[in-house]
């Protein structure tokens, strides 16, 4: 039991240091004394309250904001009840502390270390368009794919440039100007953008853009534009392209598209000249039109800024202190050509409004959580794992003691034959439990050292995100730190893969050393090609350019093939690993196996477990990967990865042993593969996540999920499988090294 109580405390910990909890306070760039009211108000200490007075006023917040949703009350608006109800519903992701829970902001949580930009009157506040994304395809195109207004030629201001990495680069991400102007406080009508024509295929490519849901994102300040909705009490990041009626709404034959040309702006700021200086945004929401703008006589140029322009007359439904534009089903703008094939012509206008509000800077990311799940989720997942962990801790507990005090003393004191192999089988083959493997040693070296390079760069990427060396909000950030840590991981794959083959007693060297240095980066990069030329044909923004292939080329063979190469050269010219016993020169003969102890039964029966211990946690990774979903608590998948580990290490050293004492000293395949097999089911667990979670719409989105699927199963069938061998291997050892062997 002290085993498991060290994995308990061990987890625990881990949890402890993860996002909602051990967050850095996120300071304000003009110093301490900037700070918001609120901030200021948590910081005077006062008598504190007993238990029973916390019991009671938890009772109290529960009546009040009970009957505030029972009278009606949203949770997205920008009201201050609707943001004391939020906050209220979020309190669980605001606090830290293991013993004094402290409150804290999401944007602590989220953004720990980030500071509030102040923006002056008039100042020009930057806005950048995003990926036009879907969940009903995996085919995300850049916003200037579409036929919209140019992109502004002004430079992005230095301070909100960033470099693009590598992780962004095979995300499609790329920091674009949006065609809009938000200048400080400055509220606009109607404003005229830009004419575009529309025809042909591009229009026949439109509509199918509205038919699959593609959604527009663009950000302000940081911060993702939302939709809202205070009588359906939603929020949502992004707009929709446009919308589809069916005919039983329109009175035509067939399904009408129509398209949202006119966007109404909302940003809502708070102002306290006594705190800080300047304005803080601390919203920024939208509500698409689809209108059909009436044109006037004057010719006007196509896709060309007509704000910069200056041309703001001419059009009925949008001049100067006209009406704002409203979605009026008479005056939907349907995405069809005129009566003899000729393009349409599309007005693109928008509006803002600038709103004060009493919303701190640092509560504004809390309508982006509301209806996420609770933290209450991630801590069964973890109990549901350490339940595992226990109770395989105390079957591995039962086997060494058994093992080593009584089998083993018993064999030293010279049993019988007959008593020798009624009680303690496993014992008969310490002649052949260490002989090498016969069946291909090389790939089985190949496949432990690839899997230890990818375990160790997954580790130090969650350790690095813990202690905040990733900063969430450069995007692709995480990927770039994998790739990177998996190249520089390079040696680690080398010395493992070669200080294996060397036990072997295999002579080819340099085919180990160079298949370690090709093998999964070389079958990875592959399948990437193979799919980046069906991406590149659709014209996805996840197509990766010519440039990033030579640059992931260079950093696989200037970089990661040297590394393993340097490793394999140390674990070569490393000691031969020492065995207890002697190998026989005559191999035992290997009895008939029960089903339990042979594959593939023994296979898919070991997978579980380690599948089982992580499938819970994998539901919000697979929700974040492909439904755009938040995940910012890693230091729960640290503690999640910690019980993998565990769990892998101890169902391999329990079916070896039962694998043992059946006389089968054949283990080395079969240590790998039986924890190995946990990728297979996770490849099972992303095709029911595909039938009954995502809606894919084609054959290139469903082949693009199933591709990059397949290559997280493999690299974590990989590293599952290498915890089980190197367990499996140290067992072995343990074991028989107790044993007194003529």
Wanted: with cysteine; net charge positive.
């Amino acid at each position: 039991m002290t085993a498991a109580r060290f994995f308990i405390q061990v987890a625990l910990l881990l949890a402890l240091l993860s996002s909602p909890f051990n967050v850095v306070e996120a300071g304000d760039k003009k110093g301490d004394k900037k700070g918001d009211k609120k901030g200021d108000k948590r910081g005077l200490k006062g008598p504190k309250p007993n238990r029973k007075q916390r019991k009671a006023d938890a009772k109290d917040k529960a009546v009040k904001f009970a009957n505030m949703k029972a009278a009606g009350q949203d949770q997205v608006s920008m009201t201050k009840e609707a943001a004391e109800l939020r906050s209220y519903e979020l309190r669980k992701k605001k606090r830290k502390g293991l013993l004094k829970r402290k409150e804290a902001s999401l944007a602590q949580v989220l953004f720990p270390g980030a500071s509030p930009e102040e923006y002056s009157d008039r100042e020009p506040v930057p806005a950048f368009v995003e990926l036009v994304e879907s969940k009903k395809t995996q085919l995300p195109f850049e916003f200037y794919d579409l036929p919209t207004c140019p992109e502004p030629a002004e430079k992005i201001q230095k301070r909100f440039r960033q470099r693009r990495n590598m992780g962004s680069r095979l995300m499609g991400h790329k920091l674009q100007m949006a065609p809009y102007a938000f200048p400080t406080k400055v509220s606009k009508e109607c404003t005229p953008l830009c004419v575009v024509e529309v025809g042909g295929k591009k229009l026949r490519w439109l509509r199918k853009l509205v038919d699959r849901q593609y959604r527009v994102h663009l950000t302000v300040d940081q911060l993702p534009v939302l939709m809202r909705s205070k009588e359906l009490n939603y929020a949502v990041r992004g707009y929709p392209v446009g919308f589809k009626a069916p005919p039983s709404y329109t009175g035509l034959k067939e399904d009408e598209f129509y398209l949202y040309n006119h966007l109404k702006f909302t940003i809502t700021y708070r102002e306290e000249p006594s705190e800080f200086e300047g304005v803080r945004i601390t919203g920024f929401d939208v509500h698409p039109v689809s209108i059909t703008h009436q044109f006037g006589d004057e010719k006007i140029d196509l896709e060309t800024n007509l704000e910069a322009a200056n041309k703001k007359d001419g059009w009925s439904t949008c001049s100067p202190g006209g009406e704002s534009p409203v979605n009026e089903p008479e005056t939907y703008l349907a995405l069809r050509s005129g009566a003899t094939g000729e393009s349409m012509k599309i007005l693109y206008s928008y509006e803002v409004n600038w709103i004060d509000s009493d919303i701190p800077w640092a509560d504004r990311w809390d309508v982006y959580l509301v209806g996420s799940p609770d933290d209450e989720i991630h801590y069964f997942a973890i109990v549901n794992s350490l339940m595992i962990v226990i109770f395989l801790t105390g079957a591995v507990a039962t086997i060494m003691i058994r093992t080593l005090k009584k089998d083993i003393a018993g064999y030293n004191e010279m049993q019988t034959l007959e008593e020798a192999q009624e009680e303690t089988g496993w014992k008969l083959v310490h002649g052949d439990v260490f002989r090498p493997p016969q069946n291909y040693p090389m790939l089985l070296s190949v496949l432990v050292g690839t899997g230890a390079q990818i375990g160790s760069a997954f580790f130090i990427t969650l350790l690095a995100s813990m202690l905040r060396m990733l900063n969430p909000i450069k995007k692709g950030a995480a990927l770039s730190a994998v790739i990177f840590l998996y190249v520089l991981c390079g040696g680690v794959g080398g010395y493992v893969s070669s200080r294996l083959y060397k036990f072997c007693d295999a002579k080819s060297w340099k085919r180990c050393t160079i298949a370690t240095a090709i093998a999964f980066p070389g079958l990875i990069v592959s399948m990437i090609m193979v799919l980046n030329i069906f991406l590149t044909i659709v014209g996805a923004a996840t197509a990766v350019n010519f440039l990033t292939i030579i640059l992931v080329f260079l950093m696989w063979g200037c970089v990661s093939t040297p590394l393993v190469f340097v490793g394999s050269y140390f674990g070569y010219r490393a000691d031969k690993v020492e065995v207890p016993t002697k190998t026989n020169q005559i191999a035992r003969f290997v009895p008939e196996t029960p089903y339990y102890a042979a594959p593939p039964t023994s296979v898919l029966i070991a997978g579980l477990l380690p599948f089982g211990s992580v499938c819970i946690e994998l539901f919000f990774i697979m929700s974040a990967l492909w439904l755009h979903q938040l995940y910012y608590i890693m230091g729960f998948l640290m503690a999640v990865l910690m019980i993998l580990v565990a769990t892998c290490a101890q169902v391999s050293m329990v079916m070896c042993y039962l694998q043992l004492c059946v006389e089968d000293h054949r283990w080395w395949w079969k240590s790998f593969l039986n924890c190995a097999s946990a990728g297979f089911y996770l490849f099972l667990y992303s095709l029911w996540f595909l039938s009954s979670k995502l809606d894919l719409v084609g054959i290139l989105p469903v082949m693009v999920y199933l591709t990059y699927m397949s290559m997280i199963s493999i690299a974590f069938g990989l590293m599952c499988g290498t915890v089980g061998y190197l367990s499996c291997f140290w067992f072995t050892r343990k074991i028989y090294g107790a044993v007194k062997v003529d």
